[in-house]
Antibody, heavy 119, light 110 residues
Framework: EVQLAESGGGLVQPGGSLRLSCAASGFRLTDYWMTWVRQAPGKGLEWVASIDRDGSGKYYVDSVKGRFTMSRDTAKNSVFLEIISPRAEDTAVYYC????????????WGQGTLVTVSS | QSALTQPPSASGSPGQSVTISCTGTSSDVGGYNFVSWYQQHPGKAPKLMIHEVNKRPSGVPDRFSGAKSGNTASLTVSGLQAEDEADYYCNSYAGSNNVVFGGGTKLTVL
């Protein structure tokens, strides 16, 4: 059974840093792209970042380029999202997701982890 | 990377049909047959309902169907049921390893 479990959210000050984790089970990261999607309070879904099966290709929405870094640890079967110098507009629930066949068809989702950026 | 356009709200009575639109451009919706639809109940993670315009994942009722014409995709929910009340989001592949979501539509079952 495929399961995704995010952790690491919390309160972070503007200019600080935070690392989100997503522990995957029921499949191998080397077989699938993985993605982070976020949802600001009361707002819609926004694609944030994806990493390919090789782990070498990383793709980001323009608004987070240079501030967010996605990575993975195949030994732990986990993906990560490092948030550097967060802004108030980064406040959101961050979901980890895995594709169905095409990587951008998100069949499996975690429960989400809330990141609040505030001083 | 502009968001796809969805109506903020839609509604229908039990048993009726309702259609939600999702408008993009030739660079996303119109350029690829890679439109998906997600259902999200309050406080829950999104659930995939339709992918590749009109394909339903296992377990999704056939009351849910998708279509596309030009730069606009649509989700139709037939035989509305109380549990269909939720937010619905479309998304599309937008080329160059980018994905774009719609702003979401709140479906109310009257």
């Amino acid at each position: 059974e495929v399961q995704l479990a995010e952790s690491g959210g919390g309160l972070v000050q503007p200019g600080g840093s935070l690392r989100l984790s997503c522990a995957a089970s029921g499949f191998r990261l080397t077989d699938y792209w993985m993605t982070w999607v976020r949802q600001a309070p009361g707002k819609g879904l926004e694609w944030v970042a994806s990493i390919d099966r090789d782990g070498s290709g990383k793709y980001y929405v323009d608004s987070v380029k240079g501030r967010f870094t996605m990575s993975r640890d195949t030994a732990k079967n986990s993906v990560f999202l490092e948030i550097i110098s967060p802004r108030a507009e980064d406040t959101a629930v961050y979901y980890c997701a895995r594709g169905l066949g095409h990587w951008f068809v998100f069949l499996y989702w975690g429960q989400g982890t809330l990141v609040t950026v505030s001083s | 990377q502009s968001a796809l356009t969805q109506p903020p709200s839609a509604s229908g009575s039990p048993g009726q049909s309702v259609t939600i639109s999702c408008t993009g451009t030739s660079s996303d919706v119109g350029g690829y047959n890679f439109v998906s639809w997600y259902q999200q109940h309050p406080g829950k993670a999104p659930k995939l309902m339709i992918h590749e315009v009109n394909k339903r994942p296992s377990g999704v009722p056939d009351r849910f169907s998708g279509a596309k014409s030009g730069n606009t995709a649509s989700l139709t929910v037939s035989g509305l049921q109380a549990e269909d009340e939720a937010d619905y989001y479309c998304n599309s592949y937008a080329g160059s390893n980018n994905v774009v979501f719609g702003g979401g539509t709140k479906l109310t079952v009257l």
